[in-house]
């Protein structure tokens, strides 16, 4: 990779040709709950920008900069009153549009209020998140992801720092073989107690649990396509082990979709769909959605679950670059393949992490599993060049929710050899049929025109050069 192309990709502040790019499209700024208690104000740094979120007693949202513009004080202690966010220092007033509504010590009459704005941006809430807009112009609408058509309580939303570039984050998301390696547990769980956890349950269709298929079949093979919402990624293992001959295969199909989210299976019928969201060039948030296309979702147990790992307010994790990340190198000899407990995000962060806080791309060896990695980062430099040329990113997914839900739908399965693509279409036929809320979504089985099956995966020769990757 070229250096300049490295820092194209990785710098989101103001003004840059990256950050102009990720700003044609919502941003997650905060969860719901952030906002829950008797002072609903948080503070929130997106692309580099320092923001202010409050809701006013009506319900409507304000997410505005954080600096006050008359002296520079913080607008996050202001006072929630008056229809807006007031400032401590000399008592004037903004609302959620910006302006300014009062600046008490001047005279009366002063039109001084009709001269001050501060920034402020669209903001709205989805299944309890809620998403900023930065860019210029109207906002899109939110795209008809299953996440966020899904009724609420068929979803749950929450979020956790990495201490690294967005980019890596996102990367991790699309490299369907390190959950083989990063993610290997030597012993398989009850998957009774699998409720809520990644990777701990059984495949659809099987008594095998994901672990034991992980761990025993670490090379699997990797398809990728493009689709209208980014990159669809098939990761086949098959199944040929002691005592099986072959005749089935593992099937797990994720997604990349832009601008930086993924979509991956939880379970059988849960979906996970994760934004990996800028804080700065240094930092950023993943933000996740789970969608359980079966069963409402038991929240209070999914919060818990995630609670133990992180702080709060900031959702920090626990384990951390500062405290090595709690490494026991016992349980790496015995038990887990990275001596980091039982959570699988503590391992993609300690990965992530371990790059630096922005990864040297000029300094990899990239290899044949790495496929849907190269694909993203030929779209997502095509889309920054398109932006910088005044077009509009290709992939700007907006609302066609009355005519088709795109998805995406990941898959964890175990179908015959051979007949991926069948199986897939016929397994998420069922689920959906099956499933409350989606079954009347006829359209919404297929995935937009790209992402069907049958859409041709990204040559190899494209990607490797001949082949010879
Ligand atoms: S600094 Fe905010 S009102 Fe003076
Ligand atoms: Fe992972």
Known sequence: MRAEDNVKMTRTGPDTPGGNWMRRYWQPVALTEELDGPRPVVTTTVLGEDLVLF???????????????????????????????????????????????????????????????????????????????LGPGEPPTLPSLDCFLAPEEYTFAFKGYLDCNWLQALEVGIDPVHASYLHRFEEDDDPEESYGKQFRGVSLGTELPMTKILREYGRPEILNARTDYGQRIVALRRIDGEGYDGSLTHVRITHQVFPHGITIPLSSTMAITQWHVPVNDYSCYWYAMFTSLDQPVDRAKMREQRLDGITLPD?????????????????????????????????????????????????????????????????????????????????????????????????????????????????????????????????????????????????????FGGGSG
């Open 55 to 133: 809701r006013n007693p009506d319900g409507s949202l304000g997410l505005i900069e954080r600096r006050c513009p008359h002296r520079g004080a913080d607008l996050a202690l202001g006072r929630l009153e008056d229809g807006g966010l007031r400032c401590y220092f000399h008592g004037w007033l903004f609302d959620r549009g910006g302006g300014c509504l009062e600046t008490p010590a001047e005279p009366d009459g002063s039109t001084l209020p009709s001269k001050v704005r501060l920034r402020a941006y669209p903001a709205r809430e989805c299944n309890g998140i809620v998403w900023g807009y």
């Open 315 to 463: 959702y920090k994790p626990v384990r951390n670059r500062a405290n090595n990340y709690l490494f026991d190198p016992e349980e790496q000899r015995t038990s887990t393949y990275t001596g980091l407990g039982a959570d699988i995000n503590v391992h993609d962060q300690m990965a992530v992490e371990g790059q630096g806080y922005i990864h040297d791309r000029t300094r990899e060896r990239l290899c044949r599993s790495d496929r849907a990695i190269i694909t993203y980062r030929r779209m997502l430099l095509a889309a920054i060049d398109a932006v910088a040329d005044g077009r509009s990113p290709e992939l700007l997914l907006s609302d066609t929710a009355d005519v088709e839900s795109r998805g995406p739908i990941p898959l964890d399965g175990i179908g015959p050899t051979g007949e991926w693509e069948a199986y897939w279409a016929e397994s998420i036929d069922a689920l959906r049929v099956a499933s409350p809320w989606a079954q009347d979504s006829e359209a919404a089985r297929a995935t937009g025109p790209a992402g069907v099956p049958g859409s041709v995966p990204e040559p190899d020769d494209e990607l």
